[in-house]
């Protein structure tokens, strides 16, 4: 996708999405919304989107292809085979007040810009007004569900168009190549209720074991994000529906690798469902003949007791374990990185520092609030903040390049 | 030709001793005290334009004070500021490392000179601490290496633990080759492969707390409430963050038998706090410490909380509202206190 415009019908050529506002509009409508605003919001411009919410990318399996989203726009039957149409360089995005939402923010130009897919996209931002006395967890399944079908609608838009590219993707092998290792991406998803969920075939996952399922499942949304907090550590629809560690294991499968498959664990609240959780999933690689996984989170420092159990429990069981962690070193870097560390599997990539502060310049335009309440300014104004804010800026499944290094020159100012 | 600033407490400086360890922020043109000698080691190409200094006690009671020292420097058009040595002396260092950190944070390189056991080497932020000997005997030895880790800052080279730092080194945020993701799938290769000690995250270390002693008389005891629930009057006064805290708050429980519901809130950005609005005790249990204080099983309920919000809160910064609460509750003579966390 090379450009995106509003106009009289929604529909794709030549590079161009064209979207009618109106009709757009009408997937989200819903009674718990009181109405919706859209607008675009693309890569270079001086625009700041702030009070991201989830951000998704439209796909569809075309028509008689069964769905996408399964649960929420299709029936709940795994999907994760046949042809997936994906717009690519696109984005639907829902920005705005909801409760227990941790503030985050997306520039389109400037040094953030960089540190969110979202930074690189054209997004079609939503802007919402709930309709009076509704509840906020109906706002959010409304906007949601909305959001999903939106995604949807502008792929169908272009799935008469010749595709610029066909990749053929690799699925999980069941068989074994002597010499390669089985590896697995084992991804917790946050679940710590409203607000705070990832939905699993559109079920609440917080109460779940961990899952073995193949990786094709994610590429057509099997995993929906529902989870608003820590904007950096968040993994939004989007990131799994982009897995970035499953796309670094299918490079390599059949090379140096096996892609085995991809485990969803829940991050519980309570330290005994943690015990269990990472206990389980070990069982589970075990069972599946695994011999090594890449785990990742998603929030802040309670994830890292799961990753950490996970973890060890998992080279106890005899499988390698390397973890993504974000550092939490205080704003000089100088603090003890991350709050639980693994005790044996002391393997750990680093996805960049949560407290060091960036300054953001202003920008001539803001969707999803007139204030960044988190800094008590206008939303256009220069900003000095933490990463933390920036959307998937720490990006626990591994898609940003921000990285830590001890600091071997002095910086410039 | 580098102008340097140069940062003595009132013992060095010649103002007087332990007496005048409350003498605030002061500063005269030219090396001071062990100044003349730093001069001299850091040789041509710097100069010594202007000493500051402070008493350690007022040094390390304020906030402000190493911000007020800094102004100081930047007056005197410090392009260098030199802090120390304080060797071992617990105030001093402190010192010496917040004034070093305020001036790296205002963007004046600096050094901080102590031994390596010194509280002030984790408190030097982005600034280096060069490691000298425990005591003033040490004198000359400790003025050749702050003078040798000037001239390596002074060159825009950073202090390596070889070049004699000491405390942590920043860990500084880069764009990597590649993403996280790809060098996760190398790393985990890698680890099958049989390297045991790669990683791009250092292990840290932690403090470990020893609890203390059960009292030995509650009856006859002040206990204190203290909590990181964010549970603050409603309408939150003073603006305490729902994360990332960077400050505490007090507020006073005088006359307060329990906490009405929608008096208090919390502003906590970790967790549904609807549960907490419903009844502020389960963040704060004034309720139950009233019962107790009634029943005699406590001498007397503080007659103030302390509260902050413990979400995303830098460990250095946590390190900080503890040292504070600690003096506090100490002065107030608080004989044990309540951590509700959340």
């Given amino acids: ?413 | 030709m580098t102008r340097v600033v140069h940062y003595l407490n009132q013992f060095f400086a010649g103002i007087g001793g332990e007496d005048s360890a409350g003498v605030g922020p002061g500063t005269a043109a030219g090396p001071v005290g062990p100044g003349r000698r730093l001069g001299a080691l850091l040789g041509d190409g710097f100069e010594i334009v202007a000493t500051v200094w402070c008493g350690d006690d007022h040094a390390a009671a304020g906030d402000g004070v190493a911000a007020e020292i800094v102004a100081m420097a930047a007056e005197a058009k410090a392009e260098l500021l030199l802090a120390g040595p304080a060797f071992g002396s617990g105030r001093y260092g402190l010192a010496c490392a917040r004034v070093a950190a305020a001036a790296e944070a205002a963007g004046i390189p600096a050094v901080a000179a102590m031994h390596e056991d010194n509280p002030g080497v984790g408190d030097a932020g982005a600034a280096p601490v060069v490691g000298v000997g425990p005591s003033a005997r040490e004198m000359p030895a400790a003025l050749d290496r702050l003078a040798g880790a000037a001239r390596t800052v002074a060159a825009g080279r950073v202090l390596t633990p070889a070049g004699g730092r000491v405390g942590p080194v920043p860990r500084r945020g880069v764009l990597a080759e590649a993403p996280a993701a790809a060098r996760a799938v190398d790393l985990l290769l890698a680890r099958l492969g049989g390297d045991r000690e790669r990683s791009e995250v250092p292990l840290p270390s932690f403090d470990r707390v020893v609890p203390a002693a059960p009292l030995a008389d509650p009856a006859g005891a002040t206990v204190v409430l203290v909590t990181e629930g964010a549970l603050v009057p409603d309408g939150n006064p003073d603006k305490l963050e729902s994360a990332r805290a960077t400050r505490w708050q007090r507020y006073p429980l005088d006359g307060l038998d329990r906490l009405e519901p929608g008096a208090w809130r919390s502003v906590h950005g970790g967790f549904s706090t609807v549960w907490a609005n419903e009844d502020p005790h389960r963040i704060l249990p004034v309720d139950a410490a009233r019962d107790l204080e009634r029943e005699g099983a406590i001498g007397v309920l503080g007659s103030e909380y302390l509260v902050t919000v413990g979400n995303g809160t830098a460990v250095a910064t946590a390190r900080r509202f503890g040292v504070e609460w600690a003096d506090d509750l100490r002065r107030s003579g608080a004989r044990a206190a309540i951590l509700t966390a959340t």
């Fill in chain 1, 1 to 413: 996708m090379r450009a995106v415009e509003f106009g009289p019908a929604t529909g794709y050529a030549g590079g161009v999405l064209t979207v009618a506002r109106s009709e757009a509009e009408a997937r989200l409508a819903h009674p718990a919304l009181d109405g919706v605003r859209l607008s675009w919001a693309s890569p270079g411009e001086a625009v700041r989107i702030v009070k991201v919410l989830d951000a998704v990318e439209p796909r569809t399996k075309g028509p008689g292809g069964g769905g996408v989203f399964p649960g929420f726009t299709g029936p709940a039957r795994p999907p994760g085979r046949g042809e997936t149409h994906v717009l690519r360089g696109a984005a639907v995005v829902a920005a705005g007040y909801l409760p227990r939402a941790q503030e985050g923010l997306v520039d389109l130009s400037g040094p953030a810009a960089p540190l969110s897919p979202l930074g690189a996209t054209h997004n079609l931002v939503v802007e919402f007004r709930p309709a009076a006395g509704a509840a906020w967890e109906d706002v959010d399944d409304a906007l949601r569900r909305g959001l999903l079908r939106l995604a949807v609608r502008l792929a169908d838009a272009a799935v008469d168009a010749p595709p610029d590219t066909v990749e053929v993707l690799a699925t999980a092998g069941r068989r074994n190549r002597p010499g390669l290792p089985r590896i697995a991406a084992v991804t917790n998803l946050q679940t710590q209720g409203a607000f705070k969920d990832v939905f699993v075939y559109g079920r609440r996952f917080a109460a779940a074991l961990p899952t073995l399922i193949a990786p094709g499942e994610l590429d057509d949304g099997a995993v929906v994000s529902g989870q608003f907090g820590h904007p950096g550590l968040k993994n939004p629809t989007y990131l799994h529906q982009n897995h970035p560690v499953v796309e670094a294991l299918r490079l390599r499968h059949g090379h140096d690798l096996l892609l085995a498959g991809v485990v969803l664990a829940p991050e519980p609240v309570e330290a005994a469902g943690k015990e269990l959780v990472s206990a389980h999933a070990a069982r589970l690689c075990a069972l599946a003949g695994i011999d090594g996984a890449v785990v990742t989170k998603e929030g802040g420092g309670n994830a890292d007791a799961d990753m950490a159990l996970k973890m060890d429990a998992l080279e106890d069981a005899g499988i390698a374990a390397v973890g993504l962690f974000a550092e939490m070193a205080g704003p000089d870097g100088t603090a003890p990185p991350v709050v639980v560390p693994p005790e044996r599997a002391t393997a750990m990539v680093s996805t960049g520092n949560y407290d060091e502060r960036l300054r953001l310049p202003a920008v001539e335009r803001a969707l999803g609030g007139e204030r960044f309440d988190l800094a008590g300014v206008e939303a256009t104004a220069a900003l000095e903040v933490p990463t933390a804010v920036v959307y998937c800026s720490l990006s626990p499944l591994g898609w940003g390049r921000l990285t830590c290094r001890e600091q071997l020159e002095r910086s410039i100012a």
